[in-house]
């Protein structure tokens, strides 16, 4: 796919969401759709690379959260892989302060190619485990909003994101269909962690592709013993 024919692609899926996209901003996408295939024939980043499956399931999907994110100082994106959800929302909101965190150093290296080639500024790539990042007090309690896509169950995923975000911010845990059992389970691990369920958003994405919005806002500060030792909340989830 040329790179004209990308960005038709995605400002005109992105439309559909009611969210533009510049052709400056379309370019970067682009820009890194290339990086991501590139790097993915050295390490593993991605199961999708059919380019149109990449504009739908990682692009767009990354960025239909995007009116939650736009008016934050600054979003963590906790277990963020190849970029998902972090790098195309920073794309959209250069102006806002991003923080992307993985445990596996060799993605958080293809991450730093990225913001090179695509010069972004405003963001920050830790290589870490995100129970051990959030005792820093650097990072503890000091974000508006924190971010997931596809890293863990809810009620572990709680304890993964709740002690980053301040107190009256904000999680958005990104998920597919049929979630009512996991939200369930997860309801006494986020009132334990400080956390309260405010909405849960469904929606469509091209090709009726199904997800749920998790949003939970920090209502109370987080107990200091919590994340637990890394590991811990993915072995005895609260």
Request: glycine share 4%; charged share 30%; net charge positive.
């Amino acid at each position: 796919m040329d790179n004209l024919e990308f960005n038709k692609q995605l400002i005109n899926y992105a439309n559909t969401l009611n969210i533009e996209i510049s052709e400056n901003q379309a370019n970067k996408f682009y820009e890194y759709m290339k990086l991501l295939l590139e790097w993915n024939n050295k390490i593993n980043l991605t199961a999708i690379t059919d380019e149109k499956e990449i504009i739908i399931k990682h692009f767009i999907d990354s960025i239909s959260i995007n009116k939650y994110v736009k008016n934050q100082k600054n979003v963590i994106d906790i277990g963020t892989g190849a970029g998902f959800p972090g790098i195309p929302l920073k794309i959209l909101n250069n102006n806002i302060e991003f923080i992307l965190v993985d445990s596996l150093n060799k993605r958080i290296n293809f991450l730093g190619e990225v913001k090179e080639k695509l010069s972004l500024a405003k963001l920050k790539n830790i290589h870490a485990r995100a129970e051990d990042l959030a005792q820093n007090k650097e990072y503890r309690e000091k974000v508006n909003l924190a971010v997931s896509r596809a890293v863990a169950s809810l009620r572990i995923l709680a304890e993964y994101m709740l002690p980053f975000v301040e107190k009256d911010g904000y999680c958005i845990c990104m998920k597919g269909p049929n979630i009512n059992e996991e939200i369930k389970e997860a309801e006494n691990a986020i009132d334990i962690l400080g956390g309260k369920i405010e909405k849960i958003e469904s929606l469509l994405l091209p090709e009726k592709i199904e997800r749920n919005i998790v949003i939970i806002k920090k209502i109370k500060n987080t107990p200091t013993k919590y994340p637990r030792k890394a590991g811990m909340p993915s072995k005895q989830p609260l």
